[in-house]
C-alpha cells in the first residue's frame, strides 16, 4: 500500500487515536480501581491524576517545536511521533513493577512518562494529518480518528477489566503496552518530504489568531465540547436516577453510547467532506440539540435506549466536523501548534462543563439541564455562516 494514499493514512492515523483511546480508557477508568488495589487514598489518586495532565499544558510546545525541528533529517513529525509512542509503551511496561505505596513519586512519574507519551505523537499526528490530508479528505481521516478513538473505549475496556479480575493488573499494563507498539509499523513507513516555499516554520503564522473568523471558530470549539462532554459526564447518574435504569444495565447503555459515537465519526467523516464544513457544522449543531431534547423526553428504558444512540452518533458526529474545520483553519506554518491550541480552547469547555453541570443539576434537574445546554448550543448556530463566509466549497 502507498504511504500517500488514503487508505494507508486512515490506517495511521486510526491506529494512532486506537492507542491513545486505549490510554484514556485506563486513565478514565482503571488508574483510580488500580491504586485503590493498594489502599492509596483517594486524596493521593486526585494528586495523581492531576498531575498525569500536566503534558497536555505542554501540547502546545510540542507542536511548536514539531513545526520547527527537523529531528536529525527524519522529518517534523515523524520521529517525534516515534519517541512519544516508545515513551508511552515503555511507561506502560514500567508501571506494574513499581509499588505505588512505597514509591508514590516514582509511579507518578511513570504517569507522566505516559501522558507525555500521548500528548507527544498526539499533537504531531495531527500536525502531519495536516501537512499530508488532501482538504476534500480531511472529514474521512478525522471520523476515522474519532470512531478509532471510541472503538478503543468499547472494545479494549472490556480487555483490560476481564484482565484485571482474571489474572493480574500486570497483564493489563503489558496489554496496553503491546498495543502501543503496533501503529510503530506504519509510523516507521512515513516518509516526509522537504516542505514546500511558503510552509516553512514563521511566527508569523500566529497572525491567523488575530481574526474575527478565528476568534468565532474558537467560540465554537469552546461551546460544544462544553455541552457534549457536561451530558455525557452526567449521562449514567440520569439513567439511574431519573429513567431508573439499573446500575449493570447503564454499563451497556454506555457501551451504546460508544457505538454510536464510532458510528458517528465513521460516518460523519464522509458526510463532511461531501456537504463541506458549513452545512456539516449545521447538521451537527441539529442532530445534537434533537438527541438532547430526545433526552427530555426519555421516560422509560426504550425511549432511553434510542436517545442515548442519537447522543453517541452526534457526539461522533459534531467532533469530526469540528476537527476536519479545524485542520482546514490551522496554518500551514504552523500546523502542529495551531490545532494544539485550538484543541486546547476546547479542553477549556470540557473543564469549564463538569462543574456547571454539576449546579445545573442541583437547580434544575437533569432535564433542565438538558434543555439549557440544547439552547446553549442552538445560540451558537448564527456564527457558522460568519465563520465560513467566503470560503471554497470544501471548507463549507
Known amino acids: 500500500m502507498r504511504t500517500d494514499s488514503k487508505w494507508f493514512r486512515a490506517l495511521l492515523f486510526g491506529s494512532i487515536y486506537f492507542i491513545e483511546g486505549a490510554v484514556l480508557t485506563y486513565f478514565s477508568g482503571f488508574n483510580a480501581l488500580y491504586l485503590r488495589s493498594f489502599d492509596v487514598s483517594y486524596t493521593q489518586i486526585g494528586i495523581a491524576g492531576g498531575i498525569a495532565l500536566l503534558p497536555f499544558v505542554l501540547k502546545i510546545f510540542i507542536g511548536m517545536l514539531s513545526d520547527k525541528v527537523n529531528l536529525a533529517g527524519m522529518g517534523h513529525r515523524k520521529p517525534f511521533m516515534i519517541i512519544g509512542i516508545l515513551l508511552q509503551g515503555v511507561g506502560l511496561l514500567l508501571a506494574p513493577l513499581v509499588n505505588p505505596v512505597t514509591s508514590f513519586p516514582l509511579f507518578i512519574l511513570i504517569l507522566l512518562l505516559v501522558s507525555l507519551g500521548m500528548s507527544t505523537y498526539d499533537t504531531c499526528s495531527d500536525g502531519l494529518a495536516i501537512d499530508t490530508t488532501p482538504t476534500e479528505e480531511r472529514g474521512f481521516v478525522q471520523g476515522v480518528m474519532v470512531g478509532a478513538r471510541a472503538l478503543a473505549a468499547i ?12 489474572v493480574s493488573w500486570a497483564s493489563a499494563f503489558f496489554f496496553i503496552a503491546v498495543i502501543t507498539f503496533l501503529p510503530l509499523i506504519l509510523v516507521l513507513r512515513v516518509r516526509e518530504g522537504e516542505r514546500p516555499a511558503g510552509k516553512e516554520f514563521s511566527l508569523a503564522g500566529f497572525r491567523s489568531f488575530f481574526t474575527r473568523r478565528m476568534g468565532l471558530f474558537l ?3 469552546l461551546v460544544y465540547p462544553l455541552v457534549l462532554y457536561s451530558v455525557n459526564g452526567i449521562l449514567g447518574a440520569f439513567l439511574n ?9 447503564v454499563g451497556l447503555y454506555t457501551a451504546l453510547f460508544g457505538v454510536g459515537a464510532v458510528v458517528g465519526g465513521l460516518a460523519g467523516g464522509p458526510m463532511t467532506d461531501r456537504l463541506g464544513r458549513r452545512a456539516s457544522l449545521i447538521a451537527a449543531l441539529v442532530v445534537t440539540s434533537v438527541s438532547l431534547f430526545a433526552l427530555v423526553v426519555s421516560s422509560s428504558a426504550a425511549i432511553a435506549f434510542i436517545a442515548v444512540l442519537i447522543f453517541g452518533i452526534a457526539f461522533g458526529y459534531y467532533e469530526t466536523v469540528y476537527m476536519a474545520a479545524g485542520m482546514d483553519f490551522a496554518d500551514p506554518r504552523i500546523a502542529a501548534t495551531m490545532f494544539s491550541i485550538i484543541m486546547a480552547v476546547g479542553n477549556i469547555g ?3 462543563g463538569q462543574p456547571l453541570a ?36 470544501t471548507a463549507g
Open 155 to 166: 472494545v479494549l475496556a472490556a480487555a483490560i477489566g476481564f484482565l484485571a479480575a482474571r
Open 219 to 221: 467560540l465554537l470549539g
Open 241 to 249: 436516577e431519573s429513567v431508573g435504569i439499573s446500575l449493570e444495565r
Open 350 to 352: 470540557i473543564g469549564a
Open 358 to 393: 454539576g449546579v445545573l443539576v442541583d437547580s434544575t434537574g437533569f432535564r433542565g439541564l438538558f434543555i439549557i445546554l440544547s439552547l446553549v448550543n442552538l445560540a451558537t448556530l448564527p456564527l457558522v455562516p460568519i465563520v465560513f463566509k467566503g470560503r471554497d466549497k
